[in-house]
């Protein structure tokens, strides 16, 4: 017996055309890191599955019949902040992407990548990372670096305490209060006052929110 290998991930497929599930299911099963575990083709049964099966990684289509896969995310991530979700579109739009950013996504990929791209976007996903299709990066990136659409929290990093950065990293690698409390030799009380304070300076509400700008900040110091 082989010892030592990670476990595959395990995948939630959601798009509304069985057909390209079945496609997205024949692509994917070709590779033994990645175990299709369920699938869905709406908003509610993607929310639905992702409960019941606690999935590593959602494949998630935008267009839904019943909503937005950005609506799905966020509600996924929100209830479930260690499951990540990768967009899989057709449709190489710069608003959609911002939006499913801030839902807390982790990476946005095209459909018309190739099946071993595919594969490693998943594999890069569920193993922590974060990514953006090459076509729209540069693109997306420079629109954050001259303003256009920037979230209020892009200024407000600044801001921060050192240890209010320290624990918004620690947010962003999907730790809880109790594990950031352990880490830092805090008690889970500070480390939620900590965590308002943050929520405060950044103006976002919720962990996946605070998630997904640490992602959109480590995207652009990575260029």
């Known amino acids: 017996m082989t010892t030592g290998q990670p476990a595959p991930i395990r995948v939630l497929l ?30 509610a049964g993607a929310v639905r599955e992702a409960t019941r099966l606690r ?28 499951t990540s979700v990768l967009i899989l579109t057709s449709h190489a739009d710069e608003d959609a992407l911002f939006s499913a950013v801030l839902a807390g996504a982790s990476g946005y990929v095209l459909k018309d990548l190739d099946p071993t791209g595919i594969q490693k976007a998943i594999i890069d996903v569920g193993r922590g990372g974060s990514l953006l299709d090459p076509q729209m990066a540069t693109r997306v990136l420079e629109r954050m670096r001259r303003g256009a659409g920037q979230h209020p929290a892009d200024d407000a990093f600044a801001t921060l305490s050192p240890q209010e950065d320290r624990i918004l990293d620690m947010i962003g690698d999907g730790l809880t209060n109790r594990e950031i409390a352990e880490r830092l030799s805090l008690s889970e009380k500070t480390v939620k006052n900590y965590v308002s304070e943050i929520y405060s300076k950044l103006h976002v509400e919720r962990r996946s929110q605070a998630s997904s700008l640490v992602t959109a900040r480590r995207m652009r110091k990575e260029q």
């Open 14 to 43: 959601v798009d509304d055309h069985e057909v390209v599930r079945r496609g997205l299911q024949t692509i994917l099963e070709r590779n033994p890191e990645i175990n299709i575990v369920g699938e869905a083709g709406t908003v």
């Open 55 to 82: 999935p590593d990684v959602v494949v998630m289509d935008l267009r839904l019949p019943d909503g937005s896969g950005v609506e799905a995310c966020r509600q996924i991530r929100e209830e479930h902040d260690t």
